[in-house]
Nanobody, 119 residues
Framework: QVQLVESGGGLVQPGGSLRLSCAVSGLTFSRSVLSWYRQAPGKERELVASIGYIDYSPFMTYYGDHVKGRFTISRDNRKNTVDLQMNTLPPEDTAVYYC?????????WGQGTPVTVSS
């Protein structure tokens, strides 16, 4: 059974930082493309960042324009985790953040972790 469990969400002040983590089990993690998405109230879910599984030292990454330079995605193939470091957060980053794993053409999602940026 594939499971993705996000953690690290919460309330943070504008300009602050937060680190999300997603623990993945039940699939071949080292061969999976991993992504973080988010969905703000009243908006569609959008891609935040992705990281590939081929180690080109470093792994290839992709970031949405809205988070470039502020967010960093990373993976740990020993712990089967994918993290999202979020810095300089404005209120517009408030959303539920979801972890996704794509393996063998199948996608798996976590339940999401809420992030609220507010003073």
């Amino acid at each position: 059974q594939v499971q993705l469990v996000e953690s690290g969400g919460g309330l943070v002040q504008p300009g602050g930082s937060l680190r999300l983590s997603c623990a993945v089990s039940g699939l071949t993690f080292s061969r999976s493309v991993l992504s973080w998405y988010r969905q703000a109230p009243g908006k569609e879910r959008e891609l935040v960042a992705s990281i590939g599984y081929i180690d080109y030292s470093p792994f290839m990454t992709y970031y949405g324009d809205h988070v470039k330079g502020r967010f960093t995605i990373s993976r740990d193939n020993r712990k089967n985790t994918v993290d999202l470091q979020m810095n300089t957060l404005p209120p517009e980053d408030t959303a539920v953040y979801y972890c996704k794993a794509r393996y063998d053409s199948t996608e798996y999602w976590g339940q999401g972790t809420p992030v609220t940026v507010s003073s």
